[in-house]
């Protein structure tokens, strides 16, 4: 078990230019979930995965935010047209959805846009 | 509005204090509640897990209780260290949706 991973670590870009991130859970883990940190922040919500589906966005999500998984294992959130505003550490978790469906993050990507 | 509260938002503590932690949270009806520490820059640690079915858990030296009636969590920390200074993070979901919702957490400074 090498935990949750995720790369870039961080990531410094242009306003007006897209990024993409990408997750690796846990194996065996069907559950992904993507969250986004400021600073003094707790964790917010951003997307959950079951498997390769998307089951619940936030409202956070806007139209220039897409993830995916496409085949059920690593997942990729990618900001389209980056504002200042999307500057923020990019959390992933996953669990397995047994013993109380404990979730496990990543290190996160610190994204920073200027 | 389903909300998570962490007070206070920092304390400060000599080494080898007890201390608590506290988590407050609106809606009863919680699936479980999670309690993290995160390191800065770092990502988070899960340190326990409640079950809403359960009243407590324990870890080394790490107790967190649960009391759904009242809406609140404890994190218990017995003699602590200076290893233990980081940010404390509470975290809950509820019934119906998979997701965690996050208080603003209580940075936690242990000096030698």
């Known amino acids: 078990d090498t935990g949750v991973s995720q790369n870039p670590r961080h990531k410094i870009t242009k306003r007006g230019q897209n990024v993409t991130f990408r997750c690796d859970p846990i194996?065996?883990?069907?559950?992904l979930y993507w969250y986004r940190q400021t600073l003094g922040q707790g964790p917010e919500f951003l997307t959950y995965?079951?498997?390769?589906?998307?089951?619940?966005k936030s409202r956070l999500l806007s139209d220039r935010f897409s993830a995916e998984r496409p085949k059920g294992s690593f997942s990729t959130l990618e900001i389209q047209r980056t504002e200042q505003g999307d500057s923020a550490m990019y959390l992933c978790?996953?669990?397995?959805?047994?013993?109380?469906?404990?979730?496990?993050f990543g290190p996160g990507t610190r994204l920073t846009v200027l | 509005k389903q909300e998570v509260t962490q007070i206070p938002a920092a304390l400060s503590v000599p080494e080898g204090e007890n201390l608590v932690l506290n988590c407050s949270f609106t809606?009863?009806?919680?699936?479980?509640l999670q309690w993290f520490r995160q390191d800065p820059g770092k990502g988070l640690t899960s340190l326990l897990l409640?079950?809403?079915?359960?009243r407590e858990q324990t870890s080394g030296r790490l107790n967190a209780s649960l009391d759904k009636s009242s809406g609140r969590s404890t994190l218990y920390i017995a003699a602590s260290q200076p290893g233990d200074s980081a940010t404390y993070l509470c975290?809950?979901?509820?019934?119906?949706?998979?997701?965690?919702?996050f208080g603003k957490g209580t940075k936690l400074t242990v000096n030698p």
């Open positions: 978790a996953s669990s397995s959805g047994d013993r109380g469906n404990e979730q496990f």
């Open positions: 194996s065996e883990h069907n559950r």
């Open positions: 995965f079951q498997n390769e589906a998307q089951l619940e």
């Open positions: 809606d009863s009806a919680i699936y479980n």
């Open positions: 409640i079950q809403s079915s359960q």
């Open positions: 975290a809950v979901s509820w019934d119906g949706s998979e997701k965690l919702v």
